[in-house]
């Protein structure tokens, strides 16, 4: 995460528009005063499901201590039924599931703090994801996200080329987030490399698909390869997270592992253990950004 005192966005056809519709929030900038209802944005964070979002704003709103009422949240985006955002102080955003999906919501989340004229904002990814070599439970902080050839880099098919863009990561914002999981109580965390595929059966070897064309062993051996390059845990946004953030000078990424896929595939935690292994990047997250306000040193 890092914070940035000017979004970039990297598309001249914009200044031509006479009014951008963000389609898929339900916003537009004619429709909508963006930089009223969004300009004093300071921390964005995107990931997990639309329920935890809107409890991970209602966590926040309580750990400031901002007015009002955090049952009467809403979500400014009830009218698609494509992404949940709600805000507090800081937006905390639902992407959908998998890179398409939240490169959608990136592109528009992007051009929407860009017509807000937010400055000196930091953007989170939170969410799960499966482990590597790691305990259930564990925080991992993303020192750098690679894909599934084990490269720091994300490829997007544009007009028939691929494009091909880099994943590098500001590890000095890794090395701080760790320094706030050490003065936090039951919240473990490592830096890792993040792994992003394009589905959660196959392209994470997992043997429980419908379809599966690989043995145990195959499984294991490509683990293995993971793990000794780095790799601790597998998800399936940040590559495509990281690239565009990259590109427009915004950048993070905490997750958290809810089984070592060493041990298998099948996530068979009890739902109450779940739970709180989700609520650990929330936690660090939250701590982080109080210690950016100054509320606590």
């Known amino acids: 995460m890092t914070i940035n005192p000017q979004i970039h966005v990297k598309n001249p056809h914009l200044d031509t528009m006479e009014e951008d519709v963000l389609y898929h929030f339900n916003l537009g ?43 009467n949240i809403t979500d400014i985006c009830e009218g698609t039924d494509r992404y949940s955002m709600y805000k507090v102080y800081f937006l905390s955003v639902y992407p959908g599931m998998g890179v398409p999906s939240i490169s959608i919501m990136l592109h528009e989340l992007i051009k929407l703090l860009h017509h807000a004229r937010c400055i000196d ?6 969410g799960t994801s499966g482990g590597v070599g790691l305990e259930p439970g564990t925080v991992v902080v993303t020192d750098k996200e690679v894909d599934c050839f084990f490269r720091a880099q994300f ?3 544009v007009l028939g080329k691929v494009i091909t ?3 590098e990561l500001d590890v000095g914002v890794s090395k701080e987030l760790l320094q706030c999981s050490s003065e936090l109580d039951d919240v473990p965390t490592v830096i890792g490399n993040t792994m992003c595929t394009s589905d959660f059966y196959e392209g994470q070897g997992r043997l429980d698909g419908a379809l599966c064309s690989f043995s145990t062993e195959d499984k294991l051996e490509y ?26 000078a915004i950048t993070a990424v905490v997750c958290v592992t ?5 041990d298998g595939d099948q996530i068979s935690t009890p739902h109450d253990v779940l739970v709180e292994y989700q609520q650990r990047p929330q936690v660090l997250v939250a701590h982080f950004i109080k210690k950016r306000l100054g509320l606590i040193v």
Request: include cysteine; charge should be positive; charged fraction near 20%.
């Open 29 to 71: 900038t004619k429709t909508h005063n963006l930089p009223e209802m969004f300009g004093d944005i300071k921390f964005v964070c995107v990931g997990g499901s639309a329920n935890r979002m809107k409890s991970f704003a209602q966590f926040i709103q309580q750990e400031l201590a901002l007015p009002g009422n955090m049952d």
């Open 121 to 126: 904002f930091a953007l989170f990814r939170i």
């Open 155 to 157: 490829e997007q098919v």
């Open 165 to 167: 863009r880099s994943t």
């Open 223 to 248: 683990l293995r390869k993971a793990y000794n390059t780095g790799v601790r845990n597998i998800e399936m946004e940040s590559t495509v997270f990281r690239a565009m953030c990259r590109v427009c």
């Open 258 to 262: 809810l089984l070592n896929r060493f």
